[in-house]
DNA sequence: GCCAACGTTGGC
DNA sequence: GCCAACGTTGGC
């Protein structure tokens, strides 16, 4: 099982609506970005993620699971554009900020840090053990 | 709200 | 195929 992280603006789309999808989960539509789309076709179901709140929040606030492999985009009919569906597995007990996060040396090579733009990134095993201790949550 | 960093587009 | 212009993201 893959590991990665997904990053929302929780103005636009937030842990509480994720949270409301249930088990039915949701399409993460919208991604207009050819990195983050490939990391959604490399996810498989049952890949977990986390789930983070950029520009506002600036937190990793849950752990989502993909319940649905690549398939297109609905909001667009550009073939180019698809995504995966993930639902909510749980809240973390507590938020992991990315203030922690830059200032843990064993979490430098995280691409949360490295590459801050890209909205859908993967996570290695170490980092997801690391990250899921310091909010005090199961992994 | 600003703006640096980065990705994409399109003219040449 | 280069690169300037442009649009978007996201931390601050």
Redesign the pocket.
């Known amino acids: 099982m893959a590991f990665w992280l997904f990053?929302s603006?929780p103005d636009v789309w937030g842990w509480d609506q994720q949270t409301a999808k249930g088990d039915a989960g949701e399409e993460w539509h919208g991604v207009?970005?050819?990195?983050a789309r490939n990391n959604m076709r490399a996810m498989k179901m049952g890949d977990r993620g986390f789930f983070y709140h950029?520009?506002s929040g600036?937190e990793i606030v849950g752990i989502v699971e993909v319940c649905a492999e690549t398939h297109q985009d609905s909001t667009t009919d550009d073939a180019r554009w698809d995504c995966v569906d993930i639902k909510a597995v749980r809240p973390f007990t507590t938020p992991v900020t990315?203030?922690q996060i830059k200032s843990d040396p064993r979490l430098q090579d995280m691409a949360l840090v490295k590459?801050?733009?890209?909205?859908v990134q993967p996570v290695t095993d170490e980092e997801w053990a690391i990250v899921c201790a310091l909010g005090h949550t199961n992994p």
């Open positions: 990053k603006e207009r970005n050819y990195q950029s520009r600036l990315l203030a590459s801050s733009r890209l909205s």
